[in-house]
């Protein structure tokens, strides 16, 4: 008797195109600054999981690993140009991503908000559509290209311009809290939160102008945990531990 070996069941993702918003911090691994190779090839890895899945994705990475514009500015360097410094560290976090998943047999592309033509390509919302409907995944870059707006608020432009149906936000912690779990081990994790729970708790998730958007766009926010492997591909099918904000439960 020929012993045939179980199928695994297909994955059944939740979410068709879905925006993925790291922070600089999550590309830093143990370390205090910069870049982790083991931790970008980890997160690679994790987005190409998703990719297989048949889920379209871009991206966004901030850049707190390398400079913060607003910790410029507070330091007496002009805002404008401290900002701009900020978006060129974006642009080197998305080429960093870029080469860890081209490493793996994804394509990419990335688009910049600034134009530097020799390094990326332009920011173009048609052709970045079209991009991921062929199953590139986009890195957008540089932010919007504007001074005062955070990485969080360009996530939200680009989610909205991209008409996706999640903007997937990964960080350290395993979704929003009623308070800093580290540093409250009596903190309750919420399941599901309100655009506007965001706002008049001062939840600290997004900055109001990405929730604002975000709302207005009706496009939920799902807050998981990037450190943990797998777990991208988890959450994107419903499963694992994670918040959803949004104006209705789910």
């Known amino acids: 008797m020929t012993a045939v070996s179980a199928m695994k ?26 870049l982790d190779p083991a931790t970008v090839a980890r997160i690679a890895a994790d987005v190409k999981d998703v990719v297989d899945m048949g889920v ?31 978006m060129l560290g974006i642009v080197i976090n998305a080429l960093c991503m870029q080469n860890a998943l081209e490493n793996i047999g994804v394509k990419t592309r990335v688009q910049s908000a600034i134009q ?3 390094v990326c390509e332009p920011y173009i919302r048609r ?25 969080d608020t360009g996530a939200s432009l680009r989610a909205s311009e991209m008409n996706c149906d999640l903007i997937a936000k990964g960080t350290k912690v395993d979704g929003i809290y009623t308070a800093d ?19 008049t708790k001062d939840l600290k998730v997004m900055d109001a102008t990405a929730v604002s958007l975000a709302r207005e766009n009706k496009i939920p926010v799902m807050v998981f945990s990037i450190r943990e492997e797998g777990n991208f591909a988890r959450v994107i099918q419903g499963e694992g531990s994670f918040t959803i904000v949004s104006d209705k439960a789910p």
């Open 9 to 34: 069941p297909k994955p059944h993702p939740k979410y068709k195109r879905v925006l993925l918003k790291m922070s600089g911090e999550a590309l830093m691994g143990p370390r205090e600054f910069g």
């Open 56 to 86: 379209e994705v871009c991206i966004v990475v901030g850049a707190g690993n390398i400079f913060r514009g607003v910790s410029g500015a507070s330091n007496g360097m002009d805002r404008t140009t401290a900002d701009h410094m900020g």
């Open 116 to 118: 530097m033509d020799q």
């Open 127 to 151: 052709k970045a559509m079209r991009h991921m409907e062929k199953g590139r995944v986009v890195i957008f870059a540089a932010g919007t290209g504007n001074p005062y707006f955070t990485s």
């Open 181 to 199: 779990p580290f540093k409250d081990p009596q903190a309750k994790k919420y399941d599901h939160v309100t655009y506007m729970d965001i706002l």
